[in-house]
């Protein structure tokens, strides 16, 4: 029996408007049918702070802070908390809510999709596994005492001897998932704690000092040099198994570039939409 064909797009460093531009077209064209679903691997050009649809900018980001680093500053369509894109490799997996054994529920098309990540970092030959909250960590999920992703793994995201390795954001619109996120090659835990709010200097400390113990890096994890190339090929055979799908190079047209252009200068490079909150 032949396999599903999923289309496979490499689109290495963009800018991080075009980037959540993209995401957000690929959503729409599988939404009308004009395209299967989509596996994307893409880089940020400049390294970039994104934030999470919910979050509040001027609560809880730094921005004199992003400036002085010279950050991109972007909001996703997906929620989750802050994340600097900087030394890592960002997925995007577009597909339809009814995509055959795909489950109803968030949490668990989380598993599904992530399957591809837990193969990937066992194809780099890291022994990953799934993150399953304690009961109290759940509880802490809800009321998270800083806006960093990494500083506690949610429900099926992908931990290492105990730490994130990978965050992932999702999103559902127009029947349609669309799920990014992170797989971290390399983390400066200052930078990234040095880009938020906290009530306190206490707590920020507490943060910046609990976050090696909350998550990871792939250079942390291995004496070999990964590169982001071995990542994409690692991760992309990941998911092909996991998922028993076959990928499929795919090419965007001028007028589909056309399309994305018109996305990112109407919401994503628009700071009524990176600052709305």
Same mark, same amino acid.
């Given at each position: 029996?032949?396999?599903?064909?999923?289309?496979?797009?490499?689109?290495?460093?963009?800018?991080?408007?075009?980037?959540?531009?993209?995401?957000?077209?690929?959503?729409?064209?599988?939404?009308?049918?004009?395209?299967?679903?989509?596996?994307?691997?893409?880089?940020?050009?400049?390294?970039?702070?994104?934030?999470?649809?919910?979050?509040?900018?001027?609560?809880?980001?730094?921005?004199?802070?992003?400036?002085?680093?010279?950050?991109?500053?972007?909001?996703?369509?997906?929620?989750?908390?802050?994340?600097?894109?900087?030394?890592?490799?960002?997925?995007?997996?577009?597909?339809?809510?009814?995509?055959?054994?795909?489950?109803?529920?968030?949490?668990?098309?989380?598993?599904?999709?992530?399957?591809?990540?837990?193969?990937?970092?066992?194809?780099?030959?890291?022994?990953?596994?799934?993150?399953?909250?304690?009961?109290?960590?759940?509880?802490?999920?809800?009321?998270?005492? %800083?806006?960093?992703? /990494? &500083? @506690?793994?949610?429900?099926? $995201?992908? =931990?290492?001897? #105990?730490?994130?390795?990978?965050?992932? !954001?999702?999103?559902?619109?127009?029947?349609?998932?669309?799920?990014?996120?992170?797989?971290?090659?390399?983390?400066?835990?200052?930078?990234?704690? %040095?880009?938020?709010? /906290? &009530? @306190?200097?206490?707590?920020? $400390?507490? =943060?910046?000092? #609990?976050?090696?113990?909350?998550?990871? !890096?792939?250079?942390?994890?291995?004496?070999?040099?990964?590169?982001?190339?071995?990542?994409?090929?690692?991760?992309?055979?990941?998911?092909?198994?996991?998922?028993?799908?076959?990928?499929?190079?795919?090419?965007?047209?001028?007028?589909?570039?056309?399309?994305?252009?018109?996305?990112?200068?109407?919401?994503?490079?628009?700071?009524?939409?990176?600052?709305?909150?």
């Amino acid at each position: 029996m032949d396999k599903l064909k999923w289309n496979y797009i490499q689109s290495g460093k963009c800018s991080p408007s075009f980037n959540m531009a993209l995401d957000e077209a690929l959503l729409d064209w599988h939404s009308k049918g004009e395209i299967g679903p989509v596996l994307r691997f893409y880089e940020w050009d400049p390294a970039t702070l994104s934030i999470g649809y919910f979050q509040s900018v001027s609560k809880e980001i730094d921005t004199e802070a992003v400036r002085q680093h010279g950050l991109g500053f972007v909001r996703r369509p997906t929620g989750g908390r802050g994340v600097l894109h900087e030394h890592e490799l960002t997925y995007s997996v577009i597909v339809s809510e009814d995509y055959p054994d795909m489950p109803e529920t968030v949490t668990e098309a989380y598993r599904v999709i992530s399957g591809g990540l837990l193969e990937g970092f066992r194809n780099l030959g890291l022994e990953a596994s799934f993150a399953v909250p304690s009961e109290q960590v759940s509880e802490q999920l809800k009321r998270p005492k %800083s806006g960093v992703c /990494f &500083d @506690t793994s949610s429900w099926y $995201e992908l =931990v290492v001897e #105990g730490k994130k390795v990978a965050g992932s !954001a999702q999103t559902r619109q127009k029947g349609v998932i669309l799920q990014h996120g992170a797989i971290l090659l390399s983390l400066d835990e200052d930078k990234l704690v %040095s880009l938020f709010k /906290f &009530d @306190t200097e206490e707590i920020r $400390e507490q =943060v910046r000092k #609990g976050l090696p113990q909350k998550a990871v !890096a792939i250079d942390r994890l291995t004496d070999r040099n990964i590169t982001v190339t071995e990542c994409s090929l690692a991760f992309s055979r990941g998911f092909e198994k996991a998922l028993d799908i076959e990928l499929v190079p795919y090419d965007l047209s001028a007028e589909q570039l056309k399309i994305v252009k018109e996305i990112e200068n109407r919401k994503y490079a628009n700071d009524e939409w990176t600052y709305r909150k």
